[in-house]
Each structure stands twice: as C-alpha cells, then as structure tokens.
C-alpha cells in the first residue's frame, strides 16, 4: 500500500513538471481575461549566484525559488524575499537602485498573489519582456526558461496554481554573452529586470492561440477587395467552428479548424467601402474572431482594431496602398523621454512618438530590438510606419547553432505579436554586421523564415558602406539577394569630416528602394560654439546641413531614419562633462529639450511633403 502510494505521488509529480511548460505566444495580450501583477516584488541580488547553486557550482534543490522559511528557531535560512527591499514591476533595476546603476548579474523577484480555480479553464502567466534570461517559478514549481531581452513569452501553470494565495518568483540574468542575441558588446544601457507587464491569462481549454488578417494587393480599379484570415487553435482540435466578424464592413464570415486546429477563409469587400490605413488616415477597424461552444466546452472571443493597407515596391520606389511614399523617419531607443530608464507604458511611447511627429515624421525606427507593444500600437493610432528590428548587432556568433535558433526564436516572436499592425512596414534582421560567408549564410536564414510567416511586408537590414574611395561610396553587400529594400549606415561628418559630404558619391548597384537608416553626430544640449567644435549644437547643426543636402543626391533614396531622436544611455560614452555615460547624438537631450539639428530635419522634412520617393532613373 506504502508503495502504491509513493508510486501515485510520483506519478502525480511527474504529470505536474510535464504540464508546468513554456507555450506558444499568445497573439493580442490585451484583448484576453487577465489580472495583472505589476506592482510592487520583492528582489535580492544575488552576484554570486548562491540562491541557484550550491558551492561546488552544481545547481542546488534548496535554491531561493523555494520561498523557504524557518520552521524551527535552529533553522538556519540565509535570505528572506518578505523582509527584502521592493521594486516596481515592470520596471528596470538599474534606475530603481542606486546599488545597481552598472550591475549586470542575477536578481531574483518575488510576488504573492490570490488565485481561485476556474473549472473548464487554463491559466497562463505572461511576461511582456525579462532581460535576458529569466527561470520562472510557481510555488516552487520551475515553469519555463527563457531567453532574450525583448520578446514575450507564456507558460501554462494552471497544475501549479492553488486556491488562495499563490507565489512566483523570477531569477533574471542580464549578464552579457558572446554566443547571445545581442552578443557582448552593444551600444546601449543594459537594462536589466523585468522590463514590461507581467499577467496572468485565463484562457479556455481549447483557445485561439493566434491569428492574422491580411489585405491582398489588387489593381488600383479593382472593385473588390480580399481579406484573408488565418486562426490557429492552442491544440488539434478537428471541426471546432469560428466567425469572423467586422461590423463596419458588414463581414461575418464562418471558419472551421482541420486536423491541426488550423483554419483559413477569404472575403471580398467593395473596394469603396473600404478605408485604407495611412499615415494622412489611421483607420483602424474593430473586428472580433470568436470561437463558438462546443458542448460543455467553452467558447473564446478575441477583440482587435485593425487597420488594412498594402506595402510593397517597384524599383526604386516604396508602395503604401499602390502609392509612392517617402519615409521621413527618425531612429528610436525604448527609453524614458526624461532622463532615461526603460520605456514601459503607453503614456512613454505616446511622448517619444509626439516628438517624432513635430519632427516632420510619418516613420520610426524601433531600434535595435523589438519595442514594448504599446509603442507599436500607440504609434498606429497615430498614424507613423514602423521598422522593427531583432538585435543581431554587431559581431554575432554566425556559427554558433544556439546563436541562430536564439535569433529565429526572437524573429519569431517579433512577428507572430505584432503581425496584425498595419503599420508596420518593415522587418529588419540585422545592425552593422561585419562581412562573412558565415553572416550571409546565417543572416540569409532569418530573411528567409521571415518571409515563410509573413510575406505582407517589406525586409530589410541596416548595412554598412565598405566599399569607400576617396569621395565615392560603393555599397556591395550579399545580402542584397535577400532584402527588399537596401537601407545603410553612413556617418559622414562624424566618423569622416563634414566637409566631405559635398563631394561624396553614392553608388548603390541595386535595383531597390534605398534608405538610409543612420546618419548623424553628437552635440551636447546647450553648448554652443563655432561649426567645426566638435560637441556643439553648431557643429550637429552644420553636419545636418551638409548630410541633407547629400542625401538629396542618391538616386532611389525613399527614406531616412536619422540616429536618434534623443540621447540615451550607453556605457559605451565615458567623456566626463559631455557624454557623462549618454550617446549625445539625438535631437532631443535626455531631459527633452531641442537641439538645433532639430530644426533643419524639420525643415528638410517640410520640403517632402508631397510623401513621394524620387522615380527610378530609367
């Protein structure tokens, strides 16, 4: 009986770590059943890692995740998550504790929370963002592992979860690797912690895991229009049946899954019915997919606005609804307007984005990582295109097979949250990588699985110009084969003198859209001086004189993304009294004020108002 019993336990132990897993991303956070636990969590810091092994480095059963407390006064229990320190949730360590300005290690977190079981349902705990590494526990119970600073990630825990008062707990790792995704170094503050919201998602057993809504490309005379939608279910589950519903368009259109939980259908709607999304006219639709009861089985109903538009090229040439289109853009870090720490809410993107549109812009860059989703969503109701960009930076672990599959995963996932966005335009798979039979292989991979979830949008990677002589500027770059606009980064008048911008050529040997996805220079906010001292406003000021100008030169240029909007944190700045640990090239300062470069931008914005790139030379 004693063994019978020892083997029931074990049975039910091992069910428990099977069911304790990592599951697909769930499309649309926001518009599921959830309660969040953002607010206050207690942390330790932990440098040396003795909450997760033991002396001999091996990891240890009697970790910090077990929330372990004395149960005798001879107890010996050397940390204690209730009587620690709180910080708020989503949030950066870096900026909440002075202890951990520069830190770059383990901090555990820590959250009670009450819980009542829902008969027929799942539970999910969803995190926005953890940076890099987080292992997630519940009750004790370890959860899931992920890795990568900038995606979301899901696990379902309802087998862990009791009635009552519950507890999870986070170990995260912000230390730099050289096999990870960024690698060692990078050219912005490392913030650690966990970044974005953390929720918890009640969903049915059987749920709508994601989706996607598309608008076909049709002739500019075309009377009808095709939308397609696609919906994959959590499970197999053959026959369950779904509707589509968009009231404004009068659309209720049935779908049914196949054996993979899979299902897809098409309708057609007047073509002057519909209303095209743009950055003069950010309509967005309200549309809902529902999947109906099946007997005692719950349904699932998901909620979105979506907006409905077409990006493509032709030549030399970028197509917004079958219109030529030029991106005036400005680059931007997911940091704070005022005085740095990450960027987490909708009040910080709608800041950020405000001042990209006094700028002149109908364009960002969301470098060098995918953004929080309320960014991308804030900047689509307002009316501004979006680049999105994975962090391969700089110099990748190209042969590294964990390096890639890293990679692909945050492509993934970069995808697959934000695929329903209208306004994204652009996904770009790379920063600045140095030439390599290696890179090509590796970086051609990614371009290639982009396109197999998401043929509806452009790709693209920011370049470097090698081929250099003199005052001509030869672009030659593999990847070409694989993009489908060529954007580069080029800084004369920072890296090379100003005075050279007049006399530069640009030969770009591809028959694509071309932008130029950083120009720029430093300039410290309030500094004044003569054009050529470097540092001040003068000095940005003249080199964007000069680079507008030259820009307006190179033939099939469609767009610019000038580096930055403002100045943001990097350990890489050390110049006391100017830098002070801040890349001073925006157009901002840290504390939101305008620097003179602003001005000419604007300005040379103005002047293309008319939206249009320059026609291919024939």
């Not at 909450?51 to 107890?75: C, H, I, L, V, W």
């Not at 060692?184 to 749920?207: K, S």
């Not at 042969?399 to 994204?424: F, G, K, S, V």
Request: glycine share 6%; charged share 25%.
């Amino acid at each position: 009986m004693k063994r019978l019993l020892l083997s029931t336990l074990f049975m039910a132990a091992v069910t428990m770590m099977a069911q304790a897993r990592e599951v697909p991303l769930l499309g649309n956070i926001m518009a599921r059943q959830t309660t969040s636990l953002n607010g206050d969590w207690h942390y330790i810091i932990d440098v040396q890692e003795e909450g997760y092994y033991d002396y001999r480095m091996n990891p240890t059963r009697s970790g910090f995740f077990r929330n372990a407390k004395p149960q005798r006064p001879e107890d010996l229990i050397e940390y204690d998550f209730d009587k620690a320190a709180t910080m708020r949730i989503p949030g950066d360590w870096n900026t909440q504790d002075d202890r951990l300005f520069f830190y770059e290690g383990t901090v555990w977190f820590k959250k009670s929370f009450q819980h009542q079981r829902k008969s027929g349902w799942r539970t999910l705990i969803y995190f926005g963002a953890v940076n890099y590494e987080a292992i997630v526990y519940i009750n004790g119970t370890k959860v899931c592992t992920h890795i990568g600073g900038f995606t979301a990630f899901n696990a379902d825990i309802t087998d862990q979860l009791r009635d009552g008062e519950n507890v999870v707990i986070v170990k995260v790792d912000n230390k730099r690797k050289a096999e990870a995704v960024p690698t060692q170094i990078f050219d912005w503050w490392n913030y650690g912690g966990i970044t974005r919201d953390v929720l918890l998602v009640d969903v049915p057993e059987t749920y709508i895991e994601n989706y996607k809504l598309e608008l076909l490309k049709a002739d500019a005379k075309a009377k009808q229009r095709e939308i397609t939608v696609t919906a994959q279910l959590n499970k197999p589950a053959e026959g369950r049946q779904l509707t589509l519903l968009i009231p404004e368009l009068n659309v209720s259109m049935p779908l049914v899954t196949d054996d993979k939980g899979h299902a897809s259908a098409s309708v057609k709607v007047p073509a002057k019915k519909l209303s095209l999304w743009s950055p003069d006219n950010p309509k967005l639709y309200r549309v809902a997919l529902r999947l109906h009861d099946a007997g005692t089985l719950p349904g699932d109903v998901i909620s979105d606005d979506i907006g409905f538009r077409t990006i493509e090229t032709r030549g030399k040439q970028i197509l917004l609804n079958g219109e030529p289109i030029f991106l005036k853009g400005i680059s931007i870090h997911e940091e704070k307007a005022h005085g740095g720490g990450r960027a987490n809410s909708t009040a910080d993107a709608h800041e950020l984005l405000s001042w990209a549109s006094e700028l002149g812009c109908n364009f960002v860059r969301l470098a060098h990582y995918p953004h929080n989703e309320y960014a991308v969503r804030e900047a689509e109701r307002m009316g501004i295109m979006v680049w999105s960009e994975i962090p391969c930076y700089w110099t990748i672990a190209w042969t590294n097979p964990d390096t890639y599959a890293n990679a692909q995963r945050q492509l993934t996932d970069m995808i697959l949250r934000d695929q329903n966005r209208a306004n994204i335009i652009i996904w770009s798979i790379a920063n600045e990588t140095p030439h390599s039979a290696e890179r090509d292989q590796f970086l051609g991979r990614l371009a290639q699985h982009a396109r197999s979830l998401d043929q509806s949008r452009l790709i693209s990677m920011a370049m470097e110009v090698t081929g250099a002589s003199n005052y001509k500027n030869r672009l030659h770059d593999n990847m070409h084969e694989f993009v489908d606009v060529v954007s580069f980064n080029q800084y004369i008048g920072w890296y090379r003198d100003v005075n050279d911008a007049p006399k530069m050529e640009w030969e770009i040997p591809y028959d694509k859209p071309v932008i130029v996805s950083e120009f720029g220079g430093g300039a410290k906010y309030g500094l004044h001086g003569a054009v050529n001292q470097r540092w001040t406003e003068e000095f940005q000021e003249n080199l964007y004189i000069q680079n507008t100008a030259m820009l307006d030169k190179i033939d099939g240029l469609c767009g610019t993304t000038p580096w930055i909007l403002k100045d943001f944190r990097s350990p890489r700045r050390v110049l006391d009294g100017i830098q002070d640990y801040y890349n001073r090239k925006g157009l901002f300062s840290d504390n939101g004020e305008k620097k003179k470069a602003f001005y000419i931008l604007q300005k040379w914005y103005e002047g293309k108002n008319n939206n249009t790139s320059k026609p291919a030379k024939k």
